[in-house]
């Protein structure tokens, strides 16, 4: 059996992605009913996120999509037998959910972008946002607001949208706590 370069590529990236899915964050709320979707009044489809008995992990298969966001994809890939898709383009994409974040462990490591992952650098993971996109995160309990760079694939938690570096986490004001509910949105 012959190893071709697509094999490598493909096995590469499954690696990467489930570096990327480590269980080590596994703090934030964890009740969201995605049968119970709503719209706010911008039109951005969001869950009910509350907590559950155990407030152990973030759950969710909302995927927020807004008005005028252009839903081809560029390409799809699969972690833990979930398939996601990535957008051709931002648009005036917008969500809400729970931002996390990620350092020392990955500090180092390569990026689903290619590039070195720096926890020190405004940078984020998001599972269907184009890579080099840049996002607005608001911190919706402080009003605290950060702009990041999507490079890396993430976070495979369900309930979480974004995780973030720790730089960006600590402008947010979420080290502490490791996660917060937000509001992503695309900026052009």
């Known amino acids: 059996m012959s190893i071709t370069i697509k094999h490598l590529l493909a096995f590469s990236l ?4 489930m570096a990327c899915a480590s269980d080590d964050l596994n703090t934030a709320p964890s009740t969201v009913d995605s049968t119970e979707q709503n719209t706010n009044d911008d039109g951005i489809i969001v869950g009910h996120i509350g907590l559950d008995d155990n407030d152990s992990d973030a759950s969710t298969e909302t995927q927020a999509v807004s008005p005028g966001v252009d839903i081809s994809h560029r390409y799809q890939y699969e972690v833990r037998g979930k398939q996601y898709k990535v957008f051709n383009q931002v648009g005036q994409f917008q969500e809400i959910g729970i ?21 020190h650098k405004m940078t984020a993971a998001h599972k269907t946002l184009p890579l ?18 999507i490079n890396d694939r993430g ?12 730089k960006a986490a600590h402008k947010l004001g979420i080290i502490k706590k490791g996660w917060a509910k ?3 949105k695309a900026i052009q």
């Open 14 to 17: 499954s690696i990467l992605l």
């Open 99 to 119: 931002a996390s974040w990620y350092g020392p462990g990955f500090h180092g490591k390569k990026t689903a972008s290619g590039e070195k992952y720096n926890m």
């Open 132 to 149: 080099g996109s840049r996002v607005l995160v608001t911190n919706l309990s402080t009003g605290k607001k950060v702009t990041v760079r």
């Open 182 to 184: 937000v509001h992503v």
């Open 155 to 166: 976070p495979f938690h369900r309930g979480r949208v974004i995780d973030l570096s720790k």
